[in-house]
């Protein structure tokens, strides 16, 4: 069985990769489980030097790397140099600098004076195996994000990439053999949706799952039947808010990147715009002549502003959810239509107005470059459209009044809000990122998503083993009494009813008599 690998530009298929049978999982996961646990037993240095000659490849080889990228995706290439390539270097700078803290053991200190003896430490374990399941819209940035924190606290890693991107996926994982990293803790398993259940049936330690809602919430049955924790990052449907003291031309000039960026084809796009009703027309027109102005064309040609799609399904989905929603009312003011004349999937990026809350544009995560437009009569209102959605990804608000923005954002139902700008935070390694209802479950990047592949395991001694357990078995007759004292020592509202529990409480402790 084979996966080709087509350019969406042209429709033409340029490669084609070997791809795995379900049945041929499970020895996939015994590899990986084989080559893990001397993995996890080097230290820590050794590891990081890995993924530091994995970044200096990348590096080197980045223009061949974007350039499959742009041939996998359509995307213009100046996106895949900087959305993937530059944010995937960017991801290992930050583990490589900051690894070492996070994955540092945590002592902790009790505050309950029935632990005083007790010294413990968190430790931050492997998981073990993990599985990520990736789309195919940012091939090598999803993946990476996940991988890079995965293998540096110690994990082997199974890849399930989008049968739509697998070169890119397998020539970073060929990158991370380069850099010295054994071929059983970073495997590709080349294939569609049913290796990827196969490889969730084989049961891997944790899986870290990217795509849209419908398959997450598959992933999420199969993942709980077996009691395999799981990380959703889900689709979106971010509203973008513009406010009437905006600056109306960047505040256009930003929607509309972060609108039509990967042709549409961004989980964390500004995907629903509400704006303002005094500055509605006003608005409109800057943002209508500004979309005008995208060029469409192959990600290869140098001034192309916006790709296809990534195959023909997307186009006729994108078109059954614009035709739906123009039937219920919706007005195409620029835009709506499919370009044949380019290739097989082109799209015109689509501004809509007048688009009734319930159509399918609203209502449903939309995939491609079509922005819906709605007023708003006051902020209050724009707050409410904002959060009258299944998802909860991100948000945007756009105003003259940062410090106003910042606590409207407190008030948006979303993982990340950005005051002044929009999506940029998927590609700060530093940011936690990650949805709210049905946007997912669970964080990665930054140090919550290295965290996200660990297991946290306690360890505990005693440094001063003569302090008596007041748990511990001997009960006798004084034995509730003594534990009272003990409750009024720690937890009494007044100090004199505490000094007078003390001398009875803290026999309980001290009392050299045996148990
Ligand atoms: P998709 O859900 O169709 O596929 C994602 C992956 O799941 C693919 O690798 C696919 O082969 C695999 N898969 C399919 N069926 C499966 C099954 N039954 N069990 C296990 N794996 C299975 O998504 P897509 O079309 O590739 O990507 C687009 C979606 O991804 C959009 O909804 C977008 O919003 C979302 N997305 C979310 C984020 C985020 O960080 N939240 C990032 C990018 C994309």
Not at 39 to 47: C, I, K, N, Q, S
Not at 88 to 102: E, G, I, K
Not at 332 to 354: A, S
């Amino acid at each position: 069985m084979t996966i080709p690998a087509i350019d969406p530009a042209s429709g033409v298929q340029f490669a084609e990769s070997a791809a795995l049978a379900p049945a041929e999982v499970p020895g996939a996961l015994r590899r990986a489980r084989a080559a893990q646990t001397a993995w996890a037993a080097r230290p820590l240095e050794d590891r990081l030097e890995i993924i530091a000659r994995f970044q200096r490849l990348l590096f080197e080889r980045r223009d061949e790397m974007a350039q499959l990228i742009t041939r996998e995706t359509g995307k213009p290439l100046a996106e895949a140099l900087l959305t993937d390539v530059a944010v995937t270097l960017d991801f290992a700078r930050y583990n490589l600098d900051h690894a070492r803290r996070v994955l540092r053991p945590r002592r902790l200190r009790f505050g309950n004076i029935a632990f005083l003896g007790k010294r413990g430490q968190v430790f931050w374990d492997p998981m073990g195996v993990i599985a990520i399941i990736s789309p195919w819209n940012y091939p090598l940035l999803l993946p990476f994000g996940e991988i890079i924190p995965a293998l540096l606290a110690g994990n082997a890693v199974l890849l399930k990439p989008s049968e739509f991107t697998t070169r890119t996926a397998l020539l970073g994982a060929e990158l991370l053999g380069l850099a010295g990293l054994d071929a059983g803790l970073c495997q590709v398993l080349v294939g569609a949706g049913d290796v990827g259940a196969a490889l969730i049936a084989a049961g891997p330690d944790k899986i870290f799952f990217t795509g849209s809602a419908r398959t997450g919430r598959k992933v999420a049955v199969a993942a709980a039947e077996r009691l395999i924790p799981v990380n959703l990052e889900l689709g979106g449907s971010d509203p973008c808010i513009v406010l009437a003291d905006a600056d109306l031309e960047r505040a256009a000039s930003g929607a509309i990147w972060a609108r039509f960026t990967n042709g549409g084809q961004t989980c964390v796009a500004a995907k629903r715009l509400i704006v303002e009703r005094g500055i509605y027309d006003r608005f409109l027109e800057i943002l209508v002549q500004k979309v005008k102005a995208l060029r469409l064309g192959p990600g290869s040609a140098p001034d192309t502003d916006m790709g296809p799609l990534i195959r023909p399904s997307q186009a006729t989905e994108l078109e059954r959810q614009l035709q739906a929603s123009i039937a219920q009312g919706a007005r195409v003011v620029t835009g709506g239509h499919r370009r044949p004349d380019l290739g097989p999937t082109f799209f015109e990026p689509t501004v809509l107005t007048d688009v009734p809350l319930g159509s399918p544009v609203w209502r449903e995560e939309v995939f491609g470059p079509v922005l819906p437009v709605v007023g708003a009569d006051d902020v209050e209102q724009a707050i409410r459209l904002a959060n009258d959605s299944a998802y909860g990804l991100s948000a945007s608000i756009w105003t003259g009044d940062r410090a106003r923005g910042e606590a409207l954002a407190r008030r948006l139902e979303a993982g990340a809000i950005q005051v002044n700008d929009a999506t940029w935070h998927v590609g700060a390694a530093e940011v936690p990122h990650g949805g709210e209802k049905e946007s997912g479950l669970g964080r990665t990047h930054g140090e919550w998503g290295l965290l996200e592949t660990c297991r946290p395991r306690f360890v505990a001694s005693d440094w001063a083993d003569w302090i008596r357990k007041p748990w511990w078995f001997g009960y006798h007759p004084d034995s509730a009494g003594d534990r009272d004292a003990f409750l009024r020592f720690a937890f009494a509202p007044s100090l004199w009813q505490r000094i007078k529990a003390g001398p009875r409480a803290l026999r309980l402790l001290f009392n050299r008599r045996p148990v």
